[in-house]
């Protein structure tokens, strides 16, 4: 299965600004998933992230708040944008692999203050 | 749209026993694939189990097993001779065959004593 190397692993950050947050996979993969985590909370998709093309948001996210990069088939970015403590959470990437089952990044715990 | 019931917030097991965690859907598909993943204090999503929903055989993993009920939408993780490193959250997620998104439940938490 694939391996994926998330960064940062954890961050404090002041309201008001912005964190970019990093996922390179070890092989080629088609889609990419970002989810968050609130505190206490199961996950909840944010957004697929596509190779060239526009990433795909669920209900409840939007691309101002979250965009997204995937500028090629190993790597994506989520940027949490005019952060506020509403956005403290733990945010993972994924990668979908039916035979091996959906791989997760180690999680990025974002803390706003 | 697909839900995720997990009814047990909390279980806790002792040691060398075994426990039984549920886990209940929603959706009119026929085909689509369920997991269980195990998240520790690590944070790190860790797939314990899966099971295709057009296998009527129960997937096995070790000491890890489940009982899926198709009809009765249900999808239980069996995790017998409990080790104190089983100690985790552990989320249910259902996955349709026409889309790539994993739909997850609230998640148990399991506690084991020694």
């Known amino acids: 299965s694939a391996v994926i190397s998330q960064k940062p692993s954890r961050d404090i950050c002041q309201r008001g600004t912005s964190l970019t947050i990093q996922c390179q996979v070890d092989?080629?993969?088609?889609?990419m998933f970002w989810y968050r985590q609130q505190p206490g909370q199961s996950l909840t998709l944010i957004a697929t992230?596509?190779?060239?093309?526009?990433?795909?948001?669920e209900s409840g996210f939007v691309i101002d708040k979250f965009p997204i990069s995937r500028p090629n088939l190993t790597f994506s970015t989520l940027t949490v944008s005019n952060m506020s403590p509403e956005d403290s959470s733990i945010y993972l990437c994924?990668?979908?692999?039916?035979?091996?089952?959906?791989?997760f990044g180690s999680g990025t715990r974002l803390t706003v203050v | 749209a697909q839900t995720v019931t997990q009814s047990q917030p909390e279980m806790s097991v002792q040691e060398a026993e075994t426990v039984t965690l549920s886990c209940t859907y929603d959706?009119?598909?026929?085909?689509?694939?369920l997991f269980w993943y195990k998240q520790p204090p690590s944070r790190q999503m860790i797939l314990v189990i899966r099971?295709?929903?057009?296998?009527?055989q129960n997937a096995t993993e070790n000491r890890f097993s489940v009982n899926f009920q198709k009809a009765a939408k249900s999808f239980s993780l069996k995790i017998s001779d409990s080790q104190l490193g089983d100690a985790a959250m552990y989320f249910c997620?259902?996955?349709?065959?026409?889309?790539?998104?994993?739909?997850f439940g609230t998640g148990t938490r399991l506690q084991v004593f020694p």
């Open positions: 992230a596509n190779q060239g093309s526009e990433a795909t948001y």
């Open positions: 994924s990668v979908g692999d039916l035979e091996a089952g959906y791989t």
């Open positions: 959706t009119s598909e026929s085909d689509y694939y």
């Open positions: 997620a259902y996955r349709s065959a026409s889309t790539d998104k994993l739909i």
């Open positions: 092989s080629q993969v088609t889609m």
């Open positions: 099971q295709e929903a057009y296998k009527q």
